[in-house]
């Protein structure tokens, strides 16, 4: 999404590389932190939640800083040159999601153009649910957002691993800034849940 810190020590396991965005609009804090979950997660949590020793990381940079401004036509197409010119890569990370919620009778051209990428260049693409923090005034969550809807793509929702003294809901109960399915037409969305932390 927002790329790999290149002077991170989680850059040795990018095998290459490629930006739509400009130099002066990168900020790669959020890639740095999903990237640091997959490599290192097992070993911050003291668990064995994956199992895996590493793995090889395309760093693809298609969101800018927080500011710049990026339509969803823009972003599409973005993803769409990266996926295209790189399409020997299988399985594509998008953790982002849009502050927009799902229509309730139709899907979003966001979640159909992820289902055509999908199908063209025959690759899954991993997404998320996307955060919402109406917990923190006590309302009902949000519904999945526009790029959770992709019908071919693994949509991945966050269960808490833990409640400390102040955290809103019990280990392995939905956590609180997850937003929920279903996907239009009552489809199941997520397809699975992974650790993803609390809040309180």
């Given at each position: 999404d927002s790329g790999i810190d290149k002077e991170s020590r989680l850059y040795q396991w990018v095998i290459d590389e490629y930006s739509t965005v400009v130099t002066?609009?990168?900020d790669t804090s959020h890639g740095t932190s999903v990237a640091s979950i997959l490599i290192m997660g097992d070993l911050l949590e003291g668990k064995n939640y994956t199992g895996?020793?590493?793995?090889k990381l395309f760093n693809g940079i298609v969101i800018p800083r927080k500011g710049a401004d990026i339509s969803t036509d823009e972003l599409l197409v973005s993803i769409r040159d990266i996926i295209s010119s790189y399409s020997h890569i299988k399985i594509w990370n998008l953790s982002l999601g849009t502050?927009?919620?799902i229509h309730a009778n139709k899907?979003?051209?966001f979640g159909i153009e992820l289902d055509h990428l999908q199908?063209?260049?025959n690759v899954t693409i991993?997404?998320?649910t996307g955060n919402c923090d109406r917990y923190k005034i006590n309302r009902p969550r949000s519904k999945i957002a526009l790029?959770?809807?992709?019908l071919r793509g693994l949509v991945v929702g966050s269960v808490a691993h833990k409640q400390g003294t102040h955290d809103f809901y019990e280990e392995n109960y939905p956590s609180p800034f997850t937003r929920v399915g279903p996907a239009s037409g009552n489809i199941i969305k997520p397809d699975v849940m992974q650790y993803g932390g609390n809040a309180g």
């Open positions: 002066d609009d990168i895996h020793n590493g793995v502050k927009e919620e899907f979003s051209d199908d063209e260049f991993v997404t998320t790029s959770a809807d992709t």
